[in-house]
DNA sequence: GTACTATTAGGACATTTGACCTAAATTTCT
DNA sequence: AGAAATTTAGGTCAAATGTCCTAATAGTAC
């Protein structure tokens, strides 16, 4: 195997290791045994556990842009793109109850272990945040996008929190149809339609 | 020391070092030394580190019990007790952006660990749940009272966790008020003043 | 008071695990 | 073939968990 393919076959494992068991919880033998990789071929492609966990938010920044563009090919509608977001936790539901959101329950192990890499793990938040700012903008909310776009973020995080701790599927679909609701709400009069 | 305030010393110190570190990344060694006592010591009270953890939700459900009590004697007026509640996450604005929510990061950390007593953890929740909806009841919204108790406990752990991620101040701010604005939406037209 | 017993405290190991390192073997490329 | 890149199989070292043994203290029976 190329080192390329091997690196990239790290990052893809511990990617998914580091989300279900947690950054600290997961071993470099963890990752080589499921990599099907000896330990130190392991540690000819990363000196560190730091440099894995830095590949992979790097890894997770490139896969959320390439997420956010597919969004944008799949709709012209900015609102509609705000829906594709807000529905990730119902089409990752299972993920999601047995182990949160991959994001904000990274950054709050690495807000704990005072890991200088948490900004970076925020970064995808920011990632987020800008472009649902900008589809906000399209909508004539040039104004506040920013906090809308917080606004959600915060929302799909509540609903995230509390599915991993409670498991309740009707509250995950319930609050999802809120936002859908609050979203509708929070179109400027002109763009709905008259009746309203 | 008596054995049960060295105990209580002990639970007292691990819940700090849970919240501030994580379950994980805290030690048996680390508690200890903030406690003052030897190791050997340590493991006449407590025999392993889920023991402690036990203790450690088992005071947290009892600080909550005591906690939401206050909350119940200091207002008679549910709305003001719900405030209480979503105002949380201002009083403990700094800690919260140091380590996030108590809650919402231990039930995600023992998700990921697989822990048995994620179940347990989630009782604090429970416990906010419950007495929120006991308020929303006496609001008159009998109906959803559980789902309305939900929602302000999804909110509160988005702020949580965004509060942690991105250090933003003002946001926390602006969604604490958000709540309130809710909060006031919510209440039947009757309880509200005419010229609304 | 003395002997006995239970509780509390302290610390010395033994075992395991995980991060990190090295040198030899193997593969790949030229 | 020979050089370079890649992989493997070990091993080291520190930290963490968990066990065991000893000593001090306090209470109790006599």
Redesign the interface.
Known sequence: MSASATRGQIVSVADRLFY???Y??TSFADIAAEAGLSRGNFYYHFKAKDAILEAVIAARMADTRTMLESWEDGASDPLERIRSFAHIVIRNQAKIM????P???L???L???EHGA?GD??GV??LFRDWLAEQFAALGRERDAE?LA??V???????A??A???G?ED?VR??VR?IDQWLEDQLPAVTRPLQE
Chains 1, 2 share one sequence.
């Not at 047995?98 to 959101?101: K, V, W």
């Not at 973020?153 to 609903?159: A, D, N, P, T, V």
């Open positions: 279900e068991q947690g600290e919880a047995a182990h949160g959101c994001v904000g329950t950054c709050n192990e807000a704990k272990l948490k793990a925020a938040f920011v906090a917080l606004h973020l915060m929302r799909s995080q509540g609903i929190t509390l991993t701790a409670l309740d509250f319930r609050e809120a």
